[in-house]
């Protein structure tokens, strides 16, 4: 949406009638509900759902708007969120040594199909300092191997709390992040990991898919927890491989899988279309 | 939905507050929206949307929550339908030679994975009579060959008549329907066109598809309309090919296609999930 | 290949000369080689290939041609094996509750796209009888729960050596083999498991998978091993999933993948298309 | 293959012992065959065949090899290929105003997934420019608009001529080549449509798509002959769309799909695993 708007994300207790009084509250202000996403989980009793509104032609102010809502979100016991539109997500990237996931970040970027403002580009190798200062982007090396781990993180919380960073994107940074670094931006780091998941946990899964003979590979992106590569997962990409495929080739074909698959994530996440419940990811994709 | 229920089809022009009132018509009199997909279509004005509700906790008796909807659904100067769960759509399925599809609806229907009650059996050839038989199904051999190609379809049309046919699937049937005859069923007529449409319209498409060279054949199940395989796309399936495959390769490969397309695009229409947009079809698919 | 003809698999130390010399012996006794499949692994310095050839033209008898490889065959170190065609592999499918992979191996048996003669079927619960009798083969009701299993499993191989079965395909067979059971056969044992392999190994895959939170399930054709879920790969499936889904929309979408996966798992082995080299499956895909 | 060797295609009459005769002149001179893809045609009677050869330990020349190998191939009346390994193939690029297609043969040059040499960008705008010169590439404006098409082309061949250009990718490339052009430099011209060929030939494919409603959207890479849109397609990708996706939306899926083919598509190009046959093309992917 490039008009003005809101786009209003809420998770309660399925209830009746939720529906009909949030867009009744949207209605009875002029607002112009564009698009409504919502799930019923039967299973588990919960609401989930998205609406994207216009609000140009509001009767009220857009404060007036998201403060008036807090009765209605408390009563039906949710939590909810408002984003305003435009909107560009203030965005870190981190990477280690290859720059193919960083790269399609800033080719999309660039593009318009990423609404994000990036902030700057961290690295515990120097390998991608060159593709960041072409884009113009500043390039943070820091170290962070053995018992430069715990001052390595803390350089990176301070740039990041410097930057207002919102959200953290691992572009196949290949360090295990601290629990309470995971915990701290709980939903707001999001991962790419080089195998279908949860197949090929851990270390060199394309190693790991070329030895278990498996006939499609994969990549996955899902928000970090402290828990390796168990966090809810926001899309999956596979590519079809067959017994000739070396492990390289693996790299190779897997390449494409990573740059799609971080690349729809981001997306999701920064047009605010996905709900992490739990274990899992709640996504309205487009 | 296996509770008693009802599902609300509507196109109208679009305007602020339709689902505002919809859902609010619903939850006043205590309906319970279980499901709500709506499209609002910017380029064309256009608002489409399905609301699937759970009616027995309703204050009304369904007959008077339909009829009471009346007066809302003009002012928004809109088409409607409105179908009451649990349901079967009572369906012909018409066929010449090959039985793989037909063999897929039966399937399929048997697992419950389509709501249909298959009235009868239709074919211009006896091929599929022992398949229809087997399932306990009526099977009807009509002469529609040249000349009697208007009685034939006289006989057809009192056969659908008699059985209150809803829904007609051409199941691989290798005629080309009267135009009277689409136009009578129109909306209520699926084929399955052994391509991806519209590459390769007309007879042969294998055939054509070898010699083109293609490297995915596929499969399109769509409305039929009065232009050969110009209807209404609701589902398409490929599938890898290489220039190693013959076109018997093609037709083997291609029955895949063809039965999840055909089998996807029924279980679609039957859960009332298309709304027809002149040459387009809306798919809120599942 | 319908003429009458010969496959030849191979699989040796890799060494340079290998497809002259096998093709150079076909040439010399006039058969006439018309497909060639090979991979020169270089990670393991193997050598693996597949010949097919007709042989109506040929200046020796079949048996001749074939005896007379074996010094070939002993120089190259290799382990090889010839098939006459045209060949139908006599098959046993050993099934528990559910017929969707059952029925799928019969309709395409019927349609010629998998040359196998259907011994029998074998169920530990009688749910696929009905199935089977209305195709016309016998089918065997074995107990194998709790202490019966040694004495069931008995009485299975006791038919299968009776029935001079070669190939044994589990379709949705719910039982755990026997070590030597899967010993013996080794090889001869294709199953049909429910998920993406390695991923949700053993019970109630889907359930898993939906509770993961995963974006596409998928199922694994391979060969078994005395290690659960861990034999060659032969074919993999998947389909996109989304949040919406419930287990039960998993299994229904899932079967598509199991039919798909065990009929091209079949369809390669009984072809001919599959060398096993260890941990992986080498397939020469058609 | 990193070592030196050489890539033998061939195309000829199907007749009995090609492959012995052909491996057999390999392994008498000691060059070692490290794969080897052949399809015997049967409904045109005739083959091809890619043969991918070691040859530091042969006992002759490369020179010797490949000019003793004439008498055979005359034999064979064959049409036949030697590329010397390892290669790179001198391409030059053409562009109109986006870029994605270029940037992705850049990147994926720099990741030595292509073995091209870039010898420059020809715009018939000057919309690329920025992307050429950063990659520290020459780029060619060219006026080829109305009156100055002849002009426009008499430049263009210079340059190709100049730089001893051997393939000619047209990297969304918005103008119509002159027929002599086609001709002059058939099988050297490799074309991304961001169409499913044959589907939507010409202009504005995604619109064309979006009119008419399908459901899976895809791309074309393809040779370039005089015929607009149908030269022999190398490779095809396609994306599933819905009914909410607006022609914008498919413009920005398509770039993946347009990415994906033409990338696929040099590679098979420059590796020799494509052989056109009329207007088909036989590509042994990897």
Redesign the interface.
């Known amino acids: 949406m490039s008009r003005e708007g809101l786009i209003l994300k809420l998770t309660c207790p399925d209830q ?2 939720i ?3 949030v ?2 509250y ?3 202000h ?7 996403n ?6 588990n009793a919960k609401f989930f759902a998205r609406f994207e509104i216009e609000t140009p ?1 509001m009767t009220v102010s857009v404060d007036e708007f998201i403060s008036g809502f807090g009765a209605m979100g408390d009563a039906f016991m949710a939590t909810w969120h408002f984003r305003r539109l435009p909107y560009k997500m203030r965005t870190a990237v981190m990477v280690t040594k290859t720059d ?1 996931c960083l ?1 399609e970040i800033l ?1 999309r970027t660039g ?1 318009g ?1 990423l609404p994000v403002e990036i902030t700057s580009i961290i690295g515990n190798r120097d390998n991608c300092r060159e593709v960041a200062e ?1 884009a113009g982007l500043s390039f943070h090396l820091i170290d962070m191997d053995g018992d430069n781990k715990e001052s390595g993180f803390g350089e990176i919380r301070k740039i990041l709390e410097e930057q207002q960073v919102e959200l953290i994107v691992l572009a196949r940074f290949m360090q295990i992040l601290p629990d309470d670094f995971c915990a701290d931006y709980s939903g707001r780091i999001i991962n790419i990991h080089h195998s ?5 946990i851990g270390a060199s899964p394309y190693k790991q898919a070329h ?6 590979i ?1 990549a996955t992106c899902h928000y970090v927890t402290s828990e390796l590569d168990a966090g ?5 990409e ?1 590519e ?1 491989v ?3 495929h ?1 492990p390289s ?1 693996l790299v ?1 074909l897997g ?2 899988c990573e740059r ?1 698959a971080i690349a729809k994530g981001i997306r999701y996440h920064v047009h605010d279309r996905t709900i992490i419940d739990g ?5 309205f ?2």
Do not use: M, T, Y
């Open positions: 009746p009638g529906v009909a009084k867009a009744g949207i209605a009875e002029q607002g112009n509900l564009v698009e409504l919502q799930f019923s989980d039967s299973l032609g193919h790269n080719w593009l199909e072409k279908f998941l949860p197949a090929f030895e278990r003979g498996v006939k499609l994969g809810p997962i926001i899309e999956q596979v079809r067959q017994h000739f070396a080739d190779r390449r494409n799609n274990k899992r990811a709640i996504v994709s487009d």
